[in-house]
């Protein structure tokens, strides 16, 4: 079993000293480094809520280390290894895995609302590939294996320690019929950020726990317990004992931006009259039962109509709302938030994590509402002399 | 001539009220505004570089307001006006324009290095479309005819004037051959964060000159100078009278980050002993000359290797090199730049804009050397109790 190591301190002290600080906890002083990694993983853009299946660079991406790239990510030469406690160890080639059971399954996936992301760290794409379930029956699990490691390709420095991406899942999460290895993303070939050649997607889960650039499957019989199990946890505080590793995804809606942005500030214009706001709501495995739309920051809330489906038992529904006579003028916060089948609701700030930037509250949508003869473009000569951007 | 227009004075304030300040002149106090835009407008992930053509989702982008959805760009519906002083105006549907001659062109595009990006504004992709010309051809340019003004589907506000993105070229530029209307992507559909349906591409030429998401292109008698053609000058210092438009790509060259990232800050480990280092280079329409590499932080420059040939002739070249002996504990910043073939060297801080945050700078990568033994994953057990990331 591959396992993490920490670095000594002069290491951590090097690449300490080649950086700039941290992040601070006020608001607006990101980093250098918060911006790079913005630049690297990527959101959502919003817009794309209004297609039911999120295009592969338009997905969030969350990205530890580097992509790899180069033969051990190769069609040709790439091999998945599943050993440990099982009776047939299997070293399998692209080919031979793409001549298995062949599923596609429609996943809404998701991160925290954290840096570097606002609101969209976020997609849904249809991936396809082939159930785990199978292939470890063909392994023949042994009985006293009792979590299956996934170890990526990627590798990394992270809390100090030298690893490779590794996450586990108990036998049962695994053995669920949902569970694919996955080598297409809505019908084309998995990108290399996506987690080329090969990569887990266990529907319904947070993203972290869906392994790209899967190394190797190793069942073992004592709990894993690495660096990318120990950061992913549902905490009050730091060090809190009552912390939960995080799983499935919880209640969250997002509206598609209305009307057009200010390119700098991303607050909308909209005309005056009858706005139609629509966006995307999931709950991971659990059904959304209703979406509420608010017009003014929170304080009072409609409900939104559903669609008459889900995009997918663990992918997202649309809903539609009418904002009825929208005042030229005016400035609003247009905010969703949604209601699970058990009843959870997305603002529930105890299930926060004490360093997540907002976990579940609501999206806030900053509009200004303007005049229909402002809203069209007339045609009017541009403005002179050059001018040149704020920035 | 669809034009832009300036909105109100309250409209602007209003804008301006609903968010947080702007970026002041400080290095490491990015506003949420620009780690969201970061999100939006991502870069290349700069250990792409390894790869000939760059795929779909790592290719940099800049989408100034939404991405367009809907009837207007979708595949049955989508018309491109070619109109103004053109004998035979053309409405022409994505059939049309598949049936006519089919060309692909490898190209790498490029913006400055800018707000959100640091390095990696940066793609190369095959390019498949058909040539612009012949449809100019067949519409007929009137002889009063000095310039093509492209107008996208995208709408929003920038610099307080309600606009489609608008962008226009010479006759003479856009009649070159290598100018296509394009609908492919390194093979594939062109995505919509690319321009699907259908975008320019003008290889050689800095990337807001490639307009997304065409609406129409119109021919016209006098020199369009809207807000998007002010907006990306090279200029010393603001209102500077003798700044010149963005045209050509200028002479670059990036490495890919050796070893492995520190996930947050992204400094580099490597193993001790001798580093392969690898890139490339590029000059728009000009090929490269030379590329030197420095590890020491610029103090001196060794000769790289360069591919026997260039990507294409608007795309960039690999390089390669051997940093020798390098000793544990050690710290470097390791450098790169490219010369051109008419001798215009990467550094020429003469050209910068005064707004742009590091233009043609030599890119710097700081790396940190550990000793073998630290640099591999020998399984030792894992550190306990749980910790968290430092976020």
């Not at 009776?87 to 599923?103: G, H, K, N, Q, T």
């Not at 990108?191 to 190793?218: C, F």
């Not at 809190?240 to 390119?263: A, E, I, N, T």
Request: with cysteine; net charge neutral.
């Amino acid at each position: 079993m591959e396992k993490a190591k920490t670095v000594s301190k002069e290491v951590r002290k090097d690449v300490k000293q080649m950086t700039f600080p941290y992040h601070t906890d006020k608001t607006d002083d990101f980093t250098s480094e918060e911006v790079n990694l913005a630049n690297r993983c990527h959101g959502l853009h919003l817009e794309g809520l209004d297609l039911a299946l999120t295009p592969a660079g338009m997905h969030y991406l969350l990205i530890h280390f580097d992509i790899p790239t180069g033969p051990a990510t190769a069609e040709s030469t790439y091999r998945l290894k599943l050993r440990g406690l099982v009776d047939r160890p299997l070293e399998l080639s692209m080919a031979d895995i793409r001549r298995r059971p062949r599923v596609s399954i429609p996943v809404t996936m998701e991160y925290w609302t954290h840096v570097p992301w606002q609101n969209e760290a976020l997609g849904t794409a249809v991936w396809t590939g082939t159930p785990l379930k199978d292939l470890l029956e063909e392994a023949g699990l042994q009985d006293k294996a009792i979590e299956l490691l996934f170890t990526g390709l990627d590798k990394g420095l992270q809390g100090g320690e030298m690893q490779y991406y590794q996450r586990c899942l108990t036998i049962d999460d695994a053995t669920r019929e949902e569970v694919i290895l996955a080598y297409e993303m809505n019908g084309q070939p998995l990108l290399p950020q996506h987690g080329a050649p090969l990569r887990l997607i266990v529907p319904g889960w947070y993203g972290m726990t869906n392994v790209k650039w899967l190394d190797s499957i190793e069942a073992i019989s004592t709990p894993f317990d690495g660096y990318q199990m120990q950061a992913y946890m549902f905490t009050q505080y730091p060090g809190d004992p009552q912390g939960k590793r995080m799983r499935h995804l919880k209640v969250r809606s997002l509206m598609v931006p209305p009307g057009v942005p200010d390119f700098f500030t991303r607050v909308r214009l909209v005309e005056e009259g009858n706005v139609k706001l629509k966006g995307r709501a999931w709950a991971g495995p659990l059904a959304v039962k209703q979406v509420l739309v608010s017009v003014d920051g929170g304080v009072t809330w409609a409900e939104a109509t559903l669609a008459a489906k889900a995009v997918g038992k663990f992918a997202w529904i649309a809903w539609s709302f009418e904002w009825r006579n929208a005042r030229a003028g005016a400035k609003h916060f247009l905010m969703t938030k949604a209601i699970d089948e058990l009843g959870n609701v997305q603002d529930n700030a105890e299930e926060w994590n004490y360093y997540a930037m907002g976990a579940t509250v609501p999206q806030s949508v900053p509009v200004v509402v303007v005049s229909s003869p402002e809203w069209r473009i007339t045609g009017k000569p541009l403005p002179n002399p050059p001018r040149h951007p704020k920035l």
